[in-house]
């Protein structure tokens, strides 16, 4: 059993159709899958469903997938005497789909992506029953090489389909990148509007302190004025008192 990432080069059998881009064609992504040592692919009911449109898997797998298409993970790998692959995402109970269960849910998709994939399944089903086979032609290039396997061109529809997705895929990183540039530009003109506005706050911070700077002086002024006028009232005063009454003389030299 082999997921995507950790495929071998050579598992002792031949695919017509690269099963990765054959997936790719039928749901317009790029799906988790288990290859088993006779080649068999299954694929997680869930991601499967997703990418199609599903929001009801298990009514999804119950309508459109009869039972010999779809089991649970721990049955398919306990049939080949295999363990659970490692990581959260692989459950013991996870719905899986064989190729087939697959193509039958993409047939019973309505989105647009899947179009391609779906007439050329039909184009297949006509010409088997017209001409009672299918064959892919045969590609320009072939191996080199003695016992080396017939190589197939991709069909045109399934050709077509990868293209279409590759562009749509480019679009969209183009439009993310594009957004991430403008999301970019509006954090740097929010960035020197804060700045400017925190400029502005501190020549104001600035202004309030020199102000309070000068009433504070003022104030120090005034106390400076306010004890000189103390003084000058106090010594004012010592003057007064020091000072010999005109009525009290002119008394004694009346008497005299």
């Known amino acids: 059993m082999n997921e995507p990432s950790k495929q071998p080069e050579s598992t002792g059998r031949h695919e017509a159709i690269d099963v990765s881009d054959f997936v790719y064609a039928a749901t317009g992504a790029r799906v ?18 997703k990418e199609l449109g599903h929001t009801n898997s298990r009514q999804a797998l119950a309508d459109h997938v009869p039972e010999g ?12 005497g295999l363990s659970i692959p490692a990581g959260r995402e692989w459950r013991r109970d996870l ?53 080396a396997p017939i190589a197939y061109a991709m069909p045109e529809q399934v050709a ?19 957004a991430q540039r403008e999301a970019l530009t509006l954090q740097k003109e929010m960035l ?17 302190q020199a102000a309070l700077a000068a009433q504070q002086a003022a104030l ?6 306010a004890q000189a006028m103390e003084r000058i009232a106090d010594r004012l005063d010592g003057l007064v008192l020091g000072r010999p ?6 008394g004694d030299h009346a008497t005299t």
């Open 32 to 49: 988790r899958r288990l290859t088993m040592p006779d080649g068999a692919h299954w694929f997680p009911a869930v991601d499967v469903c």
């Open 69 to 80: 298409h779809r089991e649970i993970l721990e049955t398919v790998t306990g049939a080949y």
């Open 95 to 147: 719905n899986v789909l064989s190729l087939q269960g697959l193509v039958l849910l993409v047939n019973a998709c309505t989105k647009p992506a899947c179009a391609p994939f779906k007439q050329w399944v039909a184009e297949v089903i006509e010409t088997v029953q017209r001409e009672g086979s299918y064959s892919l032609e045969e590609a320009e290039v072939q191996p080199a090489g003695p016992g």
């Open 160 to 178: 077509e389909a990868i293209v279409r997705l590759e562009a749509h895929n480019l679009q969209v990183d183009e439009d993310l990148a594009v």
């Open 192 to 208: 020197a509007t804060q700045q400017a506005t925190l400029a502005t706050q501190q020549a104001a911070l600035t202004t309030e």
């Open 220 to 225: 120090v002024a005034q106390q400076a004025m």
């Open 245 to 250: 009454s005109p009525t009290g003389t002119f």
